[in-house]
T-cell receptor
Framework: QKEVEQNSGPLSVPEGAIASLNCTYS??????FFWYRQYSGKSPELIMS????GDKEDGRFTAQLNKASQYVSLLIRDSQPSDSATYLC????????????FGKGTKLSVIP | DVKVTQSSRYLVKRTGEKVFLECVQD?????MFWYRQDPGLGLRLIYF???????EKGDIPEGYSVSREKKERFSLILESASTNQTSMYLC??????????????FGPGTRLTVL
């Protein structure tokens, strides 16, 4: 059974701080990793995707991947109240796989 | 921009009714997916389709069926709705075939209540 684990939170950070969201996965052959943001009552929207070890930056967001440790994280710099949402980590295995396995999400609250 | 639309945002049905949830994508994506999302359980895959008329069971297919007669449209069918099928249903689509670096894009969701 493929598993993706996230701390459910809530994670509370003050406005302007760095929010750090973590995710571990069980399937060693996983090759594609995604972070989705989901506001309450809305559908998930893609923030970042990462496929290679290391860091990938996009604006205030940085995704970090360490395949040896089976660990992926999302850093949000200069956190804003509008970043308050649930963040879903999703993992896809390699060739032949169509499915994403989602974590249950971490709820982030940015305090003004 | 990728656009995935779902036929209803909110739906109320009675136990035993046959329910159709429709999903349409406008970006010529090969793959389409149906999930349900429940508090504490996260997103769970019901069925997916990687081509017209092709379908595969996901993690929780029991009580559901699907239809994909055209590439852009993927329907989820609850043959006989039950109260435990009350949930948020999310459709998604993606472009690249298996193993590629594809991304799933989600529709707005249908909140189904079965009374």
């Amino acid at each position: 059974q493929k598993e993706v684990e996230q701390n459910s939170g809530p994670l509370s950070v003050p406005e302007g701080a760095i929010a750090s969201l973590n995710c571990t996965y069980s399937d060693r052959v996983s090759q594609s990793f995604f972070w989705y943001r989901q506001y309450s009552g809305k559908s998930p929207e893609l923030i970042m995707s990462i496929y290679s070890n290391g860091d990938k930056e996009d604006g205030r967001f940085t995704a970090q991947l360490n395949k040896a440790s089976q660990y992926v994280s999302l850093l949000i710099r200069d956190s804003q109240p509008s970043d308050s949402a649930t963040y879903l980590c999703a993992v896809k295995a390699g060739a032949g796989s169509y499915q994403l396995t989602f974590g249950k999400g971490t709820k982030l609250s940015v305090i003004p | 921009d990728v656009k995935v639309t779902q036929s209803s945002r909110y739906l109320v049905k009675r136990t035993g009714e046959k329910v159709f949830l429709e999903c349409v994508q406008d970006m010529d994506h090969e793959n389409m997916f149906w999930y349900r999302q429940d508090p504490g359980l996260g997103l769970r895959l019901i069925y997916f389709s990687y081509d017209v008329k092709m379908k595969e069971k996901g993690d929780i297919p029991e009580g559901y069926s699907v239809s994909r007669e055209k590439k852009e449209r993927f329907s989820l069918i609850l043959e006989s709705a039950s109260t435990n099928q009350t949930s948020m249903y999310l459709c998604a689509s993606s472009l690249v075939p298996a193993g590629g670096q594809d991304t799933q894009y989600f529709g707005p969701g249908t909140r189904l209540t079965v009374l």
